[in-house]
């Protein structure tokens, strides 16, 4: 397949994507992890048909770089806010309790397999593989709760709590992944830094461009020029990062924090660029996709397996946490935990940065998990969300058809 | 923030802050650049483009109180971060940038198309029709004549005999008809201008952009038996030109067409739109080898004048305004051979210099034929001294087609450009400001904040 060829598909994934996002008659349609175009992906990709092959794959190389980039800008600029509404700090706190107790328990499970089978060359690679794995699996995607509570027309405090904790649990992933990747500093980095120190320039970075970014949005800048500004600031943290081997996902991340905190215009900024998220986050998957390799690595099934099962208990145990938090969640059953195992466009994101920064069995192996995870959380969190709503009250029998196929009064 | 304002100009404090941000923004690529080796030069095409984006921005707002356009701004910044100065955007970089550059063209050139309204077009059709005729005679016979007087100071053209001498001075001449869309469009752009000297002159470059191209043929033809004795005088390049013309005509009519009834039945994302017929179209318009800036303008045009649906196209490209140009732009400076202009600088300044007196009479004298208002007899030639992509791509061309000077005029080519690339928009926004076209209005922020109230 032609390069432009494949840009221009690219861009026409794009632009039915734009149409996911807007208009009430296709709200809610697709999945919200997005697994259907990854799927996509990696039918055409160099593992299956072959129309998008090895070489295409690296060079567009830079294409997904700004994708990811601009999804984890978008994702930082929306940080702390469901919707319109700011999030609650208790629901932040769950949220990231819940990241961390899902992504350890997962990465301490990998880990203890990668022991077992001594995957990996180094104690390193070890640990990034472990690591890696566990943060890939440790979040809920922002598009989950969104996806039923549109199709399916239900509003309460579950779905607000849980919706809420879907779009704050990203801080800890995307911190986890600034760290995993200093463990390993590029090696044509000349400058020897303490292990702290490169996550510490990630995020500085990150809060540095998007404070600069916030300082001349708060000029009168015209519209254009405000887009050319958050442009600007995202593809330089994107590069930069790149060069020096960082986590471009956790700088373009706090570089959206930044902006959305400092600048007077955050509701108007989120305003501007939610509506660019899904368009590029469908070629995104769809690279991502592509980029899967099933090959590299004999012990895969045993790490995926592994994971996706730990994943599994872990969300139950959130789910507890939750209930005695909260007695919206109380209602709603023992299991009201694995209503989050829908993941989706981060893990994929952090899948596919691992794959570009580790290219081999190590960053492979976490995609292919990322994936995998993506795939059964799409079975399992949707059914479950919607058990969930209807136990709480929240949803009742005649909603639970989808809204859509309802006949207008 | 604009200077096209004339309400709520940024004070002391705000040109601190963008000069701040620029020096800190310039520091950290700065320090990125120097301390670690580019591994991945794919990657770094990236930061380059955002810092060119905002070095851009910042650049073209420290220099609005001197009343200078923004696209000099861009080139500024360009040129100061390019491969020969800051070295922040190296010359792979500039090199990797280029189908960007091909897709910002191609939107300029359908901004250009959909800008032009035929009934104002028909209104000036005969200031229109004798600056033409004016303009191209004398430019490419006095600049031909320029060229040879002032042989002596050319290294390549000392030695030569007097009918290759003719031969590459008549090139010459075609090439200082030419002028600059983007130069021209990015102006309109920042300054939201309208009138009749921003009327004519968007009209006159962009329609001698196609009476270019034919002249350009026509000097091939003829300059070709002149540089090689063996070649003798064809009308081939009509036949091609012909086809290029036809082809690159159709295919604009047809997406034009096809824009226009998207514009009525979806009208949605029309970005994404404009880059997949950006790209798409592009390398279509390659392969089949027409003319894409031809096309993309005969496409606006056609959704302008054939369908309601202009407005709104000039409205969606407008939003992508100043990325566009500050890329386009910006990438031009940092793609300019700054080495190259300091050994050519005082034949390029003699050369570009004599063309815009050239063009300044030319339109003196067309002016007073057409019987045109004062304010475009005055300032008409003002729009016409830009120069840019359109000049470098036929310095290209000639390069190919007449190899035995080719190196050399390119480099001679590449040099008055620059000049011209500096100079014109200075010249053309100064124009506007003194025949008082430039609109006193300020673009709002952000959709939801209505634009500041006109004053008095």
Redesign the interface.
């Known amino acids: 397949m032609n390069a432009?060829l494949l840009?221009?598909g690219l861009?026409?994934l794009?632009?039915l994507g734009?149409?996911l996002v807007?208009g009430r008659t296709v709200r809610g349609a697709g999945l919200p992890s997005g697994v259907e175009y990854v799927a996509l992906g990696f039918v055409l990709g160099p593992q299956a048909l072959d129309l998008v092959g090895g070489d295409m794959l690296a060079?567009f190389?830079?294409v997904v770089?700004?994708a990811l980039g601009w999804l984890a800008f978008a994702v930082g600029l929306d940080f702390g806010y469901a919707g319109d509404r700011r999030a609650r700090a208790g629901n932040l706190a769950l949220a990231t309790l819940g990241a961390l107790v899902t992504g350890g328990a997962v990465a301490g499970a990998t880990w203890l397999v990668v022991r077992q089978f001594h995957v990996g060359a180094t104690v390193t690679e070890q640990i990034l593989l472990a690591g890696g794995v566990g943060v890939a699996c440790s979040e809920t995607t922002r598009h989950a709760v969104r996806w039923v509570v549109d199709r399916h027309s239900a509003r309460g405090p579950l779905a607000d709590q849980l919706n809420e904790i879907a779009h704050t649990d990203d801080l800890l992933p995307l911190l986890a992944v600034a760290v995993l990747f200093s463990l390993s500093p590029?090696t044509?980095?000349?400058?020897r830094l303490p292990l702290l120190e490169w996550p510490a320039i990630t995020i500085g970075?990150g809060l540095?461009?998007g404070a600069?970014a916030a300082?001349?949005v708060r000029?009168?800048?015209?519209?254009?020029?405000?887009?050319?500004?958050l442009?600007?600031?995202?593809?330089?943290?994107?590069?930069?990062t790149?060069?020096?081997g960082l986590s471009t996902l956790t700088a373009s991340f706090f570089a959206g924090i930044a902006v959305s905190l400092l600048s007077k215009?955050g509701k108007?900024l989120r305003a501007?660029v939610a509506p660019t998220e899904r368009?590029v986050l469908l070629p995104a998957l769809l690279l991502a996709g592509a980029h899967l390799s099933f090959h590299d690595n004999p012990k895969l099934p045993w790490i995926a397996v592994t994971a996706i099962v730990v994943r599994f208990a872990a969300k139950i145990v959130v789910g507890w946490i939750l209930a005695a938090a909260s007695p919206a969640a109380r209602k709603a059953g023992g299991l009201v935990g694995l209503s989050m195992m829908s993941s989706g466009a981060l893990a994929m994101s952090i899948g596919l940065a691992f794959a570009l920064r580790f290219p081999g069995t190590l960053g492979d192996t976490v995609l292919v998990v990322a994936a995998l995870s993506a795939t059964v959380g799409e079975f399992v969190g949707p059914p479950r969300l919607r058990i969930a709503l209807k136990r709480a009250g929240e949803m009742d029998e005649a909603q639970a058809a989808p809204s859509s196929r309802r006949v207008p009064a | 923030?604009?200077s096209a304002g004339s309400v709520?100009r940024?004070g002391l404090g705000?040109h601190a802050?963008?000069a701040m941000?620029l020096v800190?923004?310039s520091g950290?690529?700065f320090f990125?650049t120097r301390?670690?080796?580019?591994?991945?030069g794919?990657?770094?095409?990236?930061?380059?483009?955002?810092?060119l984006?905002?070095a851009?921005?910042?650049t073209s707002e420290l220099l609005g109180p001197l009343g200078l356009p923004h696209l000099t701004g861009y080139l500024i910044a360009g040129i100061a971060s390019g491969p020969f100065l800051l070295r922040l955007v190296d010359e792979h970089t500039v090199k990797s940038l280029s189908p960007i550059n091909t897709l910002a063209l191609s939107l300029i050139a359908l901004t250009g198309g959909a800008e032009l309204d035929l009934g104002a077009i028909r209104r000036a059709s005969r200031g229109l029709a004798w600056a033409m005729l004016v303009q191209c005679l004398l430019v490419l016979v006095l600049v031909t004549i320029t060229f040879m007087a002032a042989r002596s100071f050319i290294p390549f053209a000392r030695d030569l005999p007097l009918a290759p001498l003719f031969g590459v001075a008549l090139l010459w001449g075609a090439l200082a008809v030419t002028r600059s869309p983007a130069a021209t469009l990015g102006i309109l752009s920042q300054t939201r201008a309208s009138g009749p000297l921003a009327t004519f002159t968007l009209a006159f470059v962009m329609v001698s952009d196609v009476v270019v191209v034919i002249l350009l043929a026509a000097v091939f033809a003829c300059v070709r038996p002149l540089l090689d004795p063996a070649a003798s005088f064809s009308f081939d390049s009509f036949a091609t030109l012909g086809h290029d013309l036809f082809g690159s005509v159709a295919l604009g009519t047809t997406m034009g067409l096809i824009i226009a009834a998207y514009l009525r039945l979806v009208n949605?994302?029309m970005l994404?739109?404009l880059?997949?017929l950006g790209?798409?179209a592009s390398?279509v318009l390659d392969y089949l080898q027409f003319d894409s800036l031809l096309t993309f303008m005969v496409a606006g045009f056609i959704v302008r004048n054939m369908s309601k649906q202009g407005h709104k196209l000039v409205k969606y490209i407008?939003?992508?305004?100043?990325?566009v140009y500050?890329v386009f732009f910006a990438t031009a400076g940092a793609d300019l051979d700054l080495p190259l202009l300091r050994q050519l600088w005082p034949v390029a300044l003699l050369l570009a210099g004599s063309r815009a007196l050239i063009t300044y009479v030319g339109s003196r004298a067309a002016g007073r034929l057409a019987g045109d208002p004062p304010v475009l007899r005055r300032w008409a030639w003002s729009g016409l001294v830009s120069q840019a992509g359109l000049a470098l791509g036929l310095s290209v061309i000639v390069a190919r087609e007449f190899p035995s000077i080719g190196t050399a005029f390119r480099a001679l080519a590449i040099a008055t450009v620059a000049v011209n690339e500096m100079v014109g928009p200075i010249l053309f926004k100064l124009a506007l400001d003194r025949s008082k076209e430039t609109s006193p209005i300020?673009?709002?922020?952000?959709?939801?904040m209505p634009p500041p109230p006109m004053p008095g």
């Open positions: 432009v840009l221009v861009l026409v794009s632009y734009s149409f807007g060079s190389e830079p770089q700004v590029a044509h980095i000349p400058m970075l540095l461009l600069g300082l001349l000029c009168e800048l015209k519209l254009d020029e405000t887009w050319a500004v442009f600007g600031v995202s593809l330089i943290a994107i590069g930069t790149a060069r020096l215009h108007e501007m368009p | 923030m604009s709520a940024p705000t802050k963008h941000l800190g923004f950290l690529l990125v301390a670690v080796p580019d591994m991945h794919g990657l770094w095409t990236i930061a380059a483009i955002g810092f984006l905002l851009g921005t910042l949605r994302q994404v739109v880059l997949v790209f798409g390398t407008e939003q992508t305004g100043t990325v500050v300020r673009q709002p922020s952000f959709p939801s």
